[in-house]
Structure formats: structure tokens, C-alpha cells
Nanobody, 115 residues
Framework: QVQLVESGGGLVQAGGSLRLSCAASGSTFSINVMGWYRQVPGKQRELVAIISSGGSTNRADSVKGRFTISRDNAKNTVYLQMNSLKPEDTAVYSC?????????WGQGTQVTVSS
């Protein structure tokens, strides 16, 4: 079992920055991929960025050049640095961890970008 706890969401003006953190606990030695997804009410959850245990990353086209994902394996923590935020980035951001064929999710943190 893996537990994920997110922090760092909030309200920011357009053009501003936020940093999300997600700390994993439990069977962390078995985590492969970690990352972030986001969801707006009435829409499907979408991938924001993911990172493997080896550091390979993948990001949605909509956030390339603005968001950076990083990972501290020693602290079992994944970060999402979000710069140049836009109103369309407003969503609930959820942390994700993959262990074998099992996906684990955090409780989600709200990010609201005002125009």
C-alpha cells in the first residue's frame, strides 16, 4: 500500500507560480512512476506530468515550457513547479503513483488561477 499526501495548492493570479508537493509513504520502495493529473468538474481527468524512478518525464503539451516535474527519491516526494499560470489551469490536481499494475491517488488539491 502507498499513501499520497499533496500540498501547495491555492489561489494565484494569472502569470503567477505555485509549487505542488506530494509525499508518499508506505511501500515506497516499489513505486515506479509518479506524477500529477488534473480534473475540472464535468471533464475527464487529464495527465499533467509524470516522472519515472529513473527521471524520465512526460508532460502534456498544454503545460510544456511552463510546468516542471521533479522527484526526490530519497524523500519519496514528487514536485510540480507551475509557472506562468493561466485561468485554464484551474483544476483539482491529484498526485499519482504506480506500483506494478496498481495506481494510487492522493486526495487532490485545488489550484485556482484568477484572471
Amino acid at each position: 500500500q502507498v499513501q499520497l499526501v499533496e500540498s501547495g495548492g491555492g489561489l494565484v493570479q494569472a502569470g503567477g507560480s505555485l509549487r505542488l508537493s506530494c509525499a508518499a509513504s508506505g511501500s515506497t520502495f516499489s513505486i515506479n512512476v509518479m506524477g500529477w493529473y488534473r480534473q475540472v468538474p464535468g471533464k475527464q481527468r487529464e495527465l499533467v506530468a509524470i516522472i519515472s524512478s529513473g527521471g524520465s518525464t512526460n508532460r502534456a503539451d498544454s503545460v510544456k515550457g511552463r510546468f516542471t516535474i521533479s522527484r526526490d527519491n530519497a524523500k519519496n516526494t514528487v514536485y510540480l513547479q507551475m509557472n506562468s499560470l493561466k485561468p485554464e489551469d484551474t483544476a483539482v490536481y491529484s498526485c499519482y503513483a504506480q506500483v506494478g499494475w496498481t495506481n494510487y491517488w492522493g486526495q487532490g488539491t485545488q489550484v485556482t488561477v484568477s484572471s
